[in-house]
C-alpha cells in the first residue's frame, strides 16, 4: 500500500507540476512519445534480453520509453511492434479495406460502388448511431474514461505524464470501413449524403464529448489531448479543402465544443501534406501539431510562427523524419535535423521525438543519434 500511495502521491505531483509550468518560457525541450517497431532495438533500449518483449511487452515498452528520456506519452501501445517482423508487416498479415482487401461486405452489403456506400449509411450506420446516442449515459461514460485514464497512468508510472488518446471522437473519413476508392468516390457524386454522414457522426461525437469534457474536471486530468485522422497523403488533402469547409468543418467544430470549453489543448496529428487545413483547424481551436512530413511539403518553420486563435503560441510536437533522415541519413543528419527543428521552432511549447512510428531498417547508429540527440536538448536549448 506504501509503494501505491507513493506511486499516487508523484503522479498527482507530476499532473500538477504539468499544470503549473505548461509552456512556460524554458531553457530546456522535452521529449514527447516514440514508437520503435524492431523488436531487438527495443529490447536494446530497454536494457532487456532478447525476447523480453515478446514475453512481457508492456513492461519492456514503458522501460524503453523512460531509457529515450519520454516525458509525455498519449498512445498507449505496448505491443505495437508485434504486428509486423524484422523486416515489416509480413506476407500473410490480413488484407484490410485499405491495404487490398479482395472483397469488402459489411452487414450483409457488399461494399463495390459508391451507391452500396450510401447504401450502408442509410440502413445500417445511421440507425445504429442514433440507438447509441438514445442509449448514452454521460456520466457512466465520464467515469470510464477516468479510470482508464488513471489505470494507464500509473502503467506509465510517475516519470513519464499520461496524456489523453483515443477517447474524443470527431466525424471521420470511413476510408477504413468503405475502402479508398468508392469511399471517395460517394464522396464525389453524393455530397449532400457525406454531409449528412458527418452530421450524424458528430450528433453521437459530441455526446461521447460532453463525457470527455466532464472526466477532464472530475478526474484532474491533463488538459492535453491529441486529434488522430489522416486526410491527406503526400500530394495534398485527400479532398478539395472547399468541400471540407461546407461538408465537414461545421459539424467538426460542432462537437468539439465542449472539450475546448473546458481548456482542453488540442493537438492534431499530421500524415502527408496538411497545409491547406493547418489554418482552417486553427480556426476551430486546435492548438497545435505533431508529427510532420517535411518532405511532403508540411512547412514547419511557416507553422511554428503561427499563432492560436487566442494568440498564444502553438504546441509543436515535432520530430526527425521516420521516413527519409533515420531510414536513409547518418547519424550527423540526425543531429542536423535536431538543430533544425530546434532553430525553427516556436518560443514555448516544442517538444521533440521522431515524426511518427520508427520502422524497421532504421540504422542502430542513427537511433543512437537521435536519443544522444534528445538527451541533449532536454539540458540545453
Request: charged residues 25%; proline residues 6%; contains cysteine.
Amino acid at each position: 500500500m506504501r509503494h501505491f500511495m507513493r506511486d499516487h502521491i508523484e503522479i498527482e505531483e507530476t499532473h500538477k507540476r504539468h499544470r503549473l509550468h505548461f509552456q512556460r518560457p524554458t531553457g530546456r525541450v522535452p521529449t514527447h512519445e516514440m514508437n520503435v517497431m524492431e523488436w531487438r532495438f527495443i529490447e536494446r533500449l530497454a536494457g532487456a534480453r532478447e525476447g523480453d518483449y515478446r514475453r512481457d511487452p508492456e513492461a519492456v515498452y514503458v522501460a524503453y520509453q523512460r531509457a529515450m528520456g519520454v516525458c509525455m506519452l498519449g498512445q498507449f501501445i505496448p505491443d505495437n511492434a508485434l504486428s509486423m517482423g524484422s523486416a515489416g508487416y509480413e506476407a500473410d498479415t490480413p488484407r484490410t479495406a485499405t491495404t487490398g482487401a479482395a472483397r469488402i461486405v459489411l452487414d450483409g452489403i457488399a461494399i463495390d460502388s459508391p451507391e452500396a456506400v450510401c447504401e450502408h449509411l442509410e440502413r445500417v450506420a445511421w440507425p445504429r448511431r442514433r440507438a447509441q446516442a438514445a442509449a448514452f449515459d454521460e456520466a457512466e461514460r465520464a467515469a470510464q474514461i477516468v479510470a482508464r485514464e488513471r489505470d494507464l497512468q500509473r502503467r506509465c508510472g510517475p516519470e513519464i505524464l499520461k496524456t489523453g488518446y483515443g477517447f474524443v471522437p470527431f466525424p471521420s473519413f470511413a476510408y477504413g470501413a468503405y475502402g479508398y476508392e468508392n469511399y471517395f468516390m460517394a464522396y464525389a457524386l453524393y455530397p449532400e449524403v457525406l454531409e449528412r454522414d458527418f452530421a450524424s457522426q458528430a450528433d453521437l461525437c459530441l455526446l461521447h464529448n460532453r463525457a470527455a469534457a466532464r472526466a477532464f474536471a472530475e478526474g484532474d486530468l491533463p488538459p492535453f489531448y491529441r486529434l488522430d485522422h489522416d486526410m491527406a497523403d503526400g500530394r495534398g488533402l485527400l479532398v478539395d479543402v472547399r468541400s471540407l469547409e461546407r461538408l465537414w468543418l461545421p459539424h467538426f467544430a460542432r462537437c468539439l465544443e465542449p472539450v475546448l470549453r473546458a481548456g482542453v489543448r488540442l493537438v492534431w496529428h499530421c500524415d502527408g501534406n496538411l497545409m491547406d487545413l493547418v489554418p482552417r483547424l486553427i480556426d476551430v481551436g486546435v492548438r497545435g501539431f505533431q508529427g510532420f512530413q517535411y518532405e511532403c511539403g508540411m512547412d514547419y518553420p511557416a507553422i511554428c510562427r503561427m499563432k492560436a486563435a487566442d494568440g498564444g503560441d502553438l504546441l509543436i510536437m515535432a520530430g526527425v523524419s521516420v521516413t527519409r533522415t533515420l531510414p536513409r541519413g547518418r547519424p550527423q543528419d540526425v543531429r542536423r535535423e535536431l538543430a533544425w527543428l530546434v532553430d525553427n521552432g516556436p518560443p514555448t511549447g516544442l517538444f521533440l521525438g521522431a515524426s511518427s512510428s520508427i520502422t524497421p531498417g532504421v540504422p542502430w547508429e542513427n537511433l543512437q543519434a537521435l536519443v544522444e540527440g534528445l538527451r541533449h536538448y532536454r539540458q540545453h536549448r
